[in-house]
T-cell receptor
Framework: KAGVTQTPRYLIKTRGQQVTLSCSPISGHRSVSWYQQTPGQGLQFLFEYFSETQRNKGNFPGRFSGRQFSNSRSEMNVSTLELGDSALYLC???????????FGPGTRLTVL | GIQVEQSPPDLILQEGANSTLRCNFSDSVNNLQWFHQNPWGQLINLFYIPSGTKQNGRLSATTVATERYSLLYISSSQTTDSGVYFCAVIAYSGAGSYQLTFGKGTKLSVIP
């Protein structure tokens, strides 16, 4: 069974731009969650999607948004990038959010 | 929200030594996972363990849910065990959703 895939793996953007990250979950998994990892804040929950519905959102500004498609693939978007958005963005896949979570390799975003 | 504390924050071991990593959590949880983050940032699943004891090779984990802690044991450590170990708990977060809350991790360095 293929694992969780994330694209792109690396991104460099400048302040004010926007970015879209993609996550393809394990086949059959319907829950996709996103996390941001920074040296200062550690791993923080962004949002969770299940069957195309956002069920839960972490404490992040509205510049962070996401969606899920009917095939369970998910995208997250960050608009008006700030330097502090530089981070590793991780996507997790599960049958449902209370099941074991499996992570993708992450997208490393650098904002200059 | 739920708090997850890991100890020690840093650990240096001689190759071949044993170690115990601890994870305390502040409230009832539905499940608990241990991860190893490799140098490239990917979170590798080690254990999915709401209660009891599990073993996988040189690693084992014990969760005592009633006392709100979990332990990860690494025996006969190898240099490839180096990295950051995260404990994360799965807890209900409302609206039919659950989320992982991570500890800050234990950074393990195994020296030859």
């Amino acid at each position: 069974k293929a694992g969780v895939t994330q694209t792109p793996r690396y991104l460099i953007k400048t302040r004010g731009q926007q970015v879209t990250l993609s996550c393809s979950p394990i086949s059959g998994h319907r829950s996709v969650s996103w996390y941001q990892q920074t040296p200062g804040q550690g791993l923080q929950f962004l949002f969770e999607y299940f069957s195309e519905t956002q069920r839960n959102k972490g404490n992040f500004p509205g510049r962070f948004s996401g969606r899920q498609f009917s095939n369970s693939r998910s995208e997250m978007n960050v608009s008006t990038l700030e330097l502090g958005d530089s981070a590793l963005y991780l996507c997790a896949s599960a049958g449902d959010a209370y099941n074991e979570q499996f992570f993708g390799p992450g997208t490393r975003l650098t904002v200059l | 929200g739920i708090q997850v504390e890991q100890s020690p924050p840093d650990l240096i071991l001689q190759e071949g030594a044993n170690s115990t990593l601890r994870c305390n959590f502040s409230d009832s949880v539905n499940n608990l996972q241990w991860f190893h983050q490799n140098p490239w940032g990917q979170l590798i699943n080690l254990f999915y363990i709401p209660s009891g004891t599990k073993q996988n090779g040189r690693l084992s984990a014990t969760t005592v849910a009633t006392e709100r802690y979990s332990l990860l044991y690494i025996s006969s450590s190898q240099t490839t065990d180096s990295g950051v170990y995260f404990c994360a708990v799965i807890a209900y977060s409302g609206a039919g959703s659950y989320q992982l809350t991570f500890g800050k991790g234990t950074k393990l360095s195994v020296i030859p």
